[in-house]
């Protein structure tokens, strides 16, 4: 080109100078020649993989081109989550030999055994399975199963398939579109590739970011922040005004999330906490007890785990906080399903089969997300919100005992509240309890009594709500469900048609329906914090990681963002970009 | 008096009618008499049965005491439900011997067969049978079966127990307290009064305006107004400025709601005209078809039955409104559950009973309150929308044929909308169709598209919505719910708990929750005139019978309030106080 068109070729290059410089961006550019004439046709940022993206834009700063917040803002957030997913150990992947390789659909690693079905796959997670869902294709009902799985194959659909659109937001390794699969059958639970007929529960190992299937189990290591990703991460750090923090409830995921840089829980739910071990059986004894004595007397047993419990957490977040949500579920989720757990139960109970049946029939609900849970168990059965103030305080008391120099304030939080005189109800049994537990103990422990904000006239009556309320906490989850008036189990019946009708354009389970349930956000931020200006507000909905929602809960003043623990680093970048943008 | 203390004999008469003049009102006083001072304690206007306060006031109207105004604003609402219910015919009820008398919890009469559990006064209703549900004492959980029932009969509880509040709200005939039942045993479905064993089946007949129940069947005859009832109404019709309409779908709910002075259907359900007759299998057949041409062709055979039934609503109504909501309840309600019914519709269908079955466990919901129901039907199968808007169309047009002079302008609303999208989607279908059909007819019917505003999202954003909504009707039931984030099914539960705690004052169903529920409605009212400030916007909640729900609608400026038959006069009545009272 610079012997053909001279004087174009030297224009060109200036061009580029121009256009780099002032994008201060690697560009792609399209352009042609005419008659010895240059135009320019369109330029963009060029692509470039997470990796290359955060080496580029550290290049850019070491050479003086850009300062750090330019480097910060030059990163698509959502790219990150191909580097914060557990990847096949090299050792391993090395001498591993592929069977097949499809379309790399989400990145990420996944060993587990095959099943054929969403049921299958939530059945057997449950029971401590790691499995890989193998399906033709996905629709809206696998949402569930696909949740469960470690990863997803499908022998149909491209890049922007169910599968792979869905497994992108959840954040799960997807590999679609594996054409190799052959004489697929569902009803027999088995395909063939490659001459090799899989049953379930074989493993397999598929690779998300090369699209890449292997046959058997191939050993996964974890993400890491380091090297020019923690450079990128440390600069965000400096410019956000967003706390990040994680939805976490085991010590285990607590720790992985503070190493991806999140400053203390968002969201510990406390449901596992009724189910390990044998507390599920004293839980058990509770729910099917006749009297309050009976009640207190089982939630007895579950007071010292829970303690334990809540001592390693605790321990695990040295100080930074920990909101601990009180106990959400119905209690039919609780219950027995098999005929044999029944029996030792109504043995326990010295009640008659017949007897637990009716009591567990009797908790059954028509619509069991707008039934008896959340705040609503505490209304009726005080002794739980008992029990578990005295397990957050017994905890804090003593972990503050070792630790005197840590900033250990427990918050309690109480989910589902609608109304002032609700929550008033519930805080009432809970500081009483809590100023017993601390007057016993001659300790000075302080403490705070918040609130989810996820029902509408939660958010309608803000005001009310933060004259008892010390926090606000969005369940961005439930919000949007009731918001919508759609329940996020039955809507995959109809949403298919919704994203064909083009009336919904991104699931508002993933992304902040900012007109609707933004408005209701930004009506309670603005109501609470005329009653209770200083008060702490964050959201602790899986819109906490997305990068998006993040901006909007920038916007709207909060002070945290709460995610799942892979998701920290993603919801630090677009805090960050959110503040750099005002 | 006079002769004992003289001076304070004339002091009183003179403060008596002071205090008459004032209220302008008989009064209940209470004084004493201390060393010859008349000390005046307190004043109320004196007590009166609903027929006797009529009568007072129609007279101290004649004799020039009161005006009109005053006469309207002296009656409570509430009261005239005593009037409004079915009596005894007089005739019968003289011959008559009462086997007990216990208190007269809820006006009206009753006659049935008797129950002894809700789930039967439900399935017995279902089967078309009058049934008395019979009850030791009800619990929140008998809210269906009350329902259900034409009156409640229960034997321990007084004026104020769980039966005797709520068959008030709902306007069911109820007797409580009915210590003349002796040996009551739900087991085996018997109870002894008088010596005489009573079993499931037996008829009996109660009074809830006298607290009297009788053996065997009784006739009753319906409400009517007239005399000082006609002339109270009369007087309010002229004073109120919301509308009256009536929830009706049967030409004789329609007719007997325009006798108590509706002007108009507020809510014309169409579920059941999926159910009548042969109807049903139609639409099991478009249920359980695989393509759009098998639905099609079941619904073509359901649109001539609909179209009548909207011919004979628009004669019954004589040109005055009348909304036809289109399909609300999710499809699972509608298929069937014996064997023998899914073995007939395989057969139907050329499919095997596995087939069916598995349709129908995939119709199955976790909740279905918030599922596939509503416009999100119309978004599935858009030929039940297209079905529904022939049938409405081609009605109108023919009534209109007969009637020229008539005003008829059918108005189709659209349920469960939170979206603008969505309703665009539903309404171009609609538009499209009706378009079709007048110009096929040769017609200038004009017609009107409008929607429920029941979603919280939907009030949220009125300002959208009413771009497309050519009116509102709030649905209050639905978004009382969504509102709260509880199902009317399930708050059974809990909400004995909430009175307990004095948490909840009133059922947030029976009387508008003005600060929370209320606050969207006001959203909504605003939002949605500013787009379009000459649209009408109704309630058709069951709130739209209860006297403090109408004034807030009043203050709210709706358009109308539209209740059942039955609460008709209540809400006129209701209405004129609230704009008296302005």
Known sequence: MEKQFPEAYAQFVKVCDTLEEHYRDMQDMEFTVENGKLFMLQC??????????????????DE?????????????????????HPQFDPK???????????????????????????????????????????????SPEDIEGMKAAQGILTARGGMTSHAAVVARGM????????????????????????GKTYHEGDIISIDGSTGNVYDGAIATVDA????????????????????????????????????????????????????????IDAFREMICADTVEE??????????????????????????PVPIRFLDPPLHEFVPTEEADIEILAAAQHKTVAQIKSI??????????????????????????????????????????????????????????????????????????????????????????GTMIEIPRAALTADEIAKEAEFFCFGTN?????????????????????????????????????????KLMKMAVTLGREVRPDMHIGICGEHGGDPSSVEFCHKLGLTYVSCSPFRVPIARLAAAQAALKD
């Open 360 to 449: 567990i029939a009797a908790l059954h609900e028509a619509n069991p997300m707008m039934g008896h849970r959340g705040c609503r168990l505490a209304v009726t059965y005080p002794e739980i919100a008992k029990m578990q103030t005295k397990a957050v305080i017994r905890a804090a008391i003593n972990v503050k005992k070792k630790h005197p120099d840590w900033k250990l304030v427990p918050e309690i939080m109480i989910p589902l509240v609608g109304e002032i005189k609700e929550l008033k109800f519930v805080k009432d049994i809970v500081v009483s309890v809590a100023d017993e537990e601390i007057r016993a103990a001659g300790s000075d422990l302080k403490y705070e009594v």
């Open 224 to 279: 890491t922040v380091s090297g020019d990703f923690g450079r990128i991460m440390a600069w965000a750090d400096k410019y956000r005004k967003l706390r990040v923090r994680t939805n976490a409830d085991t010590p285990r995921d607590a720790k992985k999330a503070r190493e991806l840089g999140a400053e203390g829980i968002g969201l510990c739910r406390t449901e596992h906490m009724f189910f390990e071990g044998n507390r």
């Open 478 to 518: 439930d919000l949007t469900q009731m918001t919508y008036g759609f329940s996020r189990d039955d809507a995959g019946k109809f949403l298919g048609s919704y994203y064909d009708a083009k009336i919904f354009e991104s699931d508002p389970f993933v992304k902040i329906d900012q007109v609707g349930v933004g």
């Open 44 to 61: 963009r940022s060029g692509k470039r993989t997470a990796k290359a993206a955060l080496k580029i834009a550290c290049d850019l700063v």
């Open 295 to 320: 009640r207190e007397a089982a939630l007895e047993k579950i007071l010292p785990m829970q303690q334990g419990d809540f001592e390693k957490l605790y321990e695990a977040l040295e100080g930074n």
């Open 92 to 138: 391993a992947l090395k001498i591993a030999q592929a069977v097949a390789k499809a379309l790399a659909a989400s990145p990420g690693a996944a060993c587990g055994k095959i099943v054929f079905t969403a049921e299958d796959a939530k059945e057997w997670k449950e029971r401590g399975e790691k499995v890989v869902l193998v399906r033709l294709e996905t």
């Open 171 to 194: 954040g799960t390794c997807c590999v679609s579109g594996c054409s190799a699969i052959t004489n697929f059958d569902e009803d027999n639970k088995s395909f063939v590739i490659a």
């Open 64 to 84: 003086g081109m850009i300062d750090e917040r330019k480097a910060v803002l030059m990163i698509d957030p959502r790219n990150l989550d191909t580097l914060l």
